[in-house]
């Protein structure tokens, strides 16, 4: 059972792809495409806002 995920932090590739299940590249690979929105760390690390992940997540429960 995952833990509550506070909706103001930030979470890593690996973070995003356990809520996934995918792999972190497939990851990436959205982000580069656009499906989702990263921001970049001062040293080029992607990041990922967990209240629109989880929106993600939502949509693609209800689909």
């Known amino acids: 059972m995952q833990e509550p995920i506070d909706t103001a932090t930030l979470l890593t590739p690996n ?19 656009g499906k989702i929105s990263a921001i970049r760390t001062l040293g080029g690390h992607r990041r990922f806002n967990a209240a629109e992940i989880m929106r993600h997540l939502e949509e693609q429960k209800s689909a």
Not at 16 to 31: D, G, L, Q, S
């Open 15 to 33: 973070e995003v792809a356990e809520i996934f299940r995918v792999n972190p590249k497939t990851v990436t690979r959205w982000a580069q495409s």
